[in-house]
């Protein structure tokens, strides 16, 4: 978006926000907490994004991993990449900073009426597979794995998600830690089953394949976020 285009139209749409918190998770991950009187009363559904300005022209978005409209505050976990203007951006905030929030909306939400949820992703998704599952309650069924670098196994368990950690080694495609244990899970599609794929558009391609393909699923069944795909900044 140009930059005469934004400084008009942000301030007329963005909810404005004050960073309250800001909790280092990992050396590459930190969770911020947003807060605005602007956030009372918004109405999120559990996957909604938001979008920031992260640059003069470039705006970036995220999914909160917990929102409370009652006090108007929410909750992002960022990963710290080290590629393009959002992770420079996230890098840079501090206590105190004023953020202008654009949203919520989007269409990649829970399906309430699963009896099954299989999240496959990575290091993208884990606000998203976090607000999913605050979503669900505590007795749900809940499988998946999120592929991560080497060292990064734990990162599922530091923001709480009950998820399988698979490291991507040497030269392997991104997305085949994911599909070998999708291989070696012994999943198959059923009623009630509802898989989400998100993070990098190129995995989510060949674990839809599997799952349609191999596995039996319904294509209604199968839901599907890109973060980024290989040679673009942004989706």
């Known amino acids: 978006m140009p930059a005469l285009l934004a400084n008009t139209l942000v301030p007329w749409f963005a909810k404005p926000t004050r960073v309250t918190t800001i909790e280092s998770l990992a050396p590459r991950l930190r969770r911020v907490r947003f807060v605005g009187d602007a956030l009372k009363g918004a109405h999120f559904e559990p996957g909604h994004e938001v979008e920031f ?23 992002v976990v960022f990963f710290l990449h080290g590629q393009g203007p959002g992770s420079a951006w996230a890098e840079a905030l501090q206590p105190g900073a004023l953020v202008d929030i654009l949203g919520p909306g989007g269409r990649f939400v829970l399906n309430r009426e699963a009896q099954h949820h299989v999240l496959l992703g990575d290091e993208t998704c884990l606000g998203l597979f976090v607000a999913l599952l605050r979503a669900l309650p505590p007795s749900a069924n ?11 196994e734990d990162w599922p368990g530091l923001v709480g998600l009950p998820l399988t950690a698979v490291p991507r080694t040497g030269p392997t495609p991104r997305g085949m830690a994911l599909l070998t244990w999708l291989e070696s899970s012994g999943l198959e599609g059923s009623t009630g089953t509802t898989a989400y794929l998100s993070g990098h558009a190129g995995s989510i391609v060949m674990l839809r394949k ?15 976020k890109a973060y980024w795909a290989d040679g673009k900044r942004g989706l």
């Open 53 to 75: 300005r992260v640059g003069p022209t470039a705006f970036r978005h995220y999914t909160p991993t917990h929102v409370d409209v009652a006090t108007g505050a929410l909750e």
């Open 142 to 152: 809940v499988s998946g794995a999120v592929e991560v670098s080497p060292g990064a």
């Open 210 to 224: 599997e799952l349609l393909e191999r596995r039996g699923f319904a294509k209604r069944d199968v839901r599907s």
